[in-house]
C-alpha cells in the first residue's frame, strides 16, 4: 500500500494561469523559412507550429498534474478514508480524471485545426482557424476551473496531513481531555515530537518516534478525536475516527484518576469501553498522575482500568516501563513473525 508522497504533490495551476501558459506558448513561435517561400505558405507553417506547441504545452501539463496525484486505489486505506470522508472517493477520482482526461480534447481541436488551417483556400481562413483554435482551449480551460480548483484544494489538504507513516507498528494513545496524552509522547520519544493539525479537529496532534534496534515505532496522541464518545459525533467524525484504526497497532488509554482533568472516572470508563468496542487493535489503560493522586483515588481506577501500570508523566516517571510493556507484547511478536516470514521466502 502506497503512502501520500508530499514532494511528489504537483503544483496545481488555476484555469487562468493555464490559458495565459496556453498564449505565451502560442506567441512564442516565430516564422522560419525561406524568405523566397510564398507569405501564405509560411503564415500557415507558423500557424501550423503554434497550434502543436501550445497544445502539446497545455496537453503534458494537465496530464501531468493529474498524474502525480495519489491514485485513490493503491492509497493505503487509512489515507483512502480520509480523503474518502473530506472530498467523496467518486468525486476525487471524477475530479483527477477530468483533469487528466482533458488532454485528449485538447489534442484533437489542435488536430483538426492543423487539417482546417492545411486546406486553408486564403488568410482570412487562417485567421478564422486561428480565432476558434484559441476560443475552444481557451473554453475548453475555462470548463476546468472547478475541478482545477477543488485539485489544488485537495493538494493543499494532503500538503498539512501530518507525516504519519501507516507502514509503521503505531501506538495511539487515548484519553479524555488533560490526562496526559501529549505529555506522555514528549516522554517517550527520542526525538522532538512533530506538531501538527489532524483534519476534523483544531486541536493539534504529537507524533513521536521511538527507535528500537534501527527500527522506528510511531506514538501519536488524539486530541479532540478519541476523547468523547463516538454516540456524541455526527458522521463525518465518526468516520474520521475511525481511520485510526488503520493505524494503530496498539491502543494505549491513560486514565488520570485525580479531578484535575475534569473528567469522572465514570465518564474515562465510558470512553474506555467504547473505544475497546470500535477498534480491532488491542487496547490497554494505565493510570497518570500517580504522584499527586490518593490512595483511595488511585485504588478506586485500579478496580474499573485493571492498568497494566502506573506513571507521572509530569516527570516521566514510569513511562518507559509503559513503553516496552507494549512493545515486548505487541510489537516483538509482529516483528519476529515477519522476520521469519522473510527467512521462508
Request: glycine share 4%; charged share 25%; proline share 6%.
Amino acid at each position: 500500500m502506497e503512502v501520500v508522497d508530499k514532494a511528489k504533490l504537483p503544483y496545481i495551476y488555476s484555469a487562468d494561469e493555464l490559458i495565459s501558459m496556453f498564449l505565451a506558448a502560442y506567441g512564442r513561435e516565430e516564422a522560419r523559412g525561406s524568405e523566397a517561400e510564398p507569405a501564405f505558405v509560411r503564415q500557415k507553417r507558423l500557424e501550423i507550429r503554434r497550434i502543436v506547441t501550445s497544445g502539446k504545452t497545455i496537453a503534458t501539463t494537465l496530464r501531468e498534474m493529474a498524474l502525480r496525484m495519489p491514485f485513490l486505489d493503491k492509497l493505503h486505506p487509512f489515507y483512502r478514508e480520509l480523503i474518502d470522508v473530506v472530498f467523496g472517493a467518486q468525486n476525487y477520482k471524477h475530479v483527477v480524471a477530468k483533469v487528466g482526461n482533458a488532454h485528449v480534447a485538447i489534442r484533437a481541436i489542435a488536430k483538426e485545426t492543423i487539417t482546417v488551417v492545411r486546406t486553408a483556400p486564403d488568410k482570412k481562413g487562417i485567421l478564422e482557424a486561428k480565432r476558434m483554435y484559441k476560443a475552444r482551449i481557451i473554453d475548453l480551460l475555462n470548463d476546468l476551473k472547478p475541478e482545477l480548483d477543488k485539485m489544488r484544494e485537495i493538494v493543499l489538504f494532503l500538503r498539512k496531513l501530518p507525516a504519519i507513516d501507516p507502514n509503521l507498528f503505531t501506538i495511539v494513545v487515548a484519553g479524555a481531555p488533560n490526562v496526559g496524552k501529549s505529555s506522555f509522547v514528549r516522554c517517550v520519544s527520542t526525538a522532538k515530537p512533530e506538531v501538527a493539525e489532524y483534519p476534523f479537529t483544531t486541536k493539534q496532534i504529537h507524533l513521536g518516534h521511538i527507535v528500537l534496534r534501527g527500527d522506528k515505532v510511531q506514538v501519536i496522541d488524539t486530541p479532540g478525536l478519541l476523547d468523547r464518545p463516538l454516540s456524541e459525533r455526527n458522521q463525518i467524525e465518526r468516520q474520521a475516527v475511525l481511520a485510526l484504526k488503520h493505524l494503530a497497532g496498539a491502543i494505549l488509554f491513560i486514565v488520570d484518576p485525580t479531578p484535575h482533568s475534569g473528567y469522572s472516572l465514570d465518564t474515562q470508563l465510558n470512553l474506555w469501553r467504547e473505544i475497546r468496542e470500535s477498534f480491532p487493535a488491542p487496547a490497554v489503560a494505565v493510570l497518570n498522575k500517580v504522584d499527586i493522586a490518593t490512595e483511595e483515588e488511585v485504588k478506586k481506577a485500579r478496580e474499573l482500568f485493571s492498568p497494566i501500570a502506573e506513571m507521572s508523566t509530569a516527570n516521566c516517571q514510569g513511562t518507559k516501563d509503559v513503553v516496552d510493556y507494549i512493545l515486548n507484547k505487541y510489537y516483538v511478536p509482529q516483528a519476529l513473525e515477519k522476520l521469519r516470514a522473510t527467512a521462508r521466502r
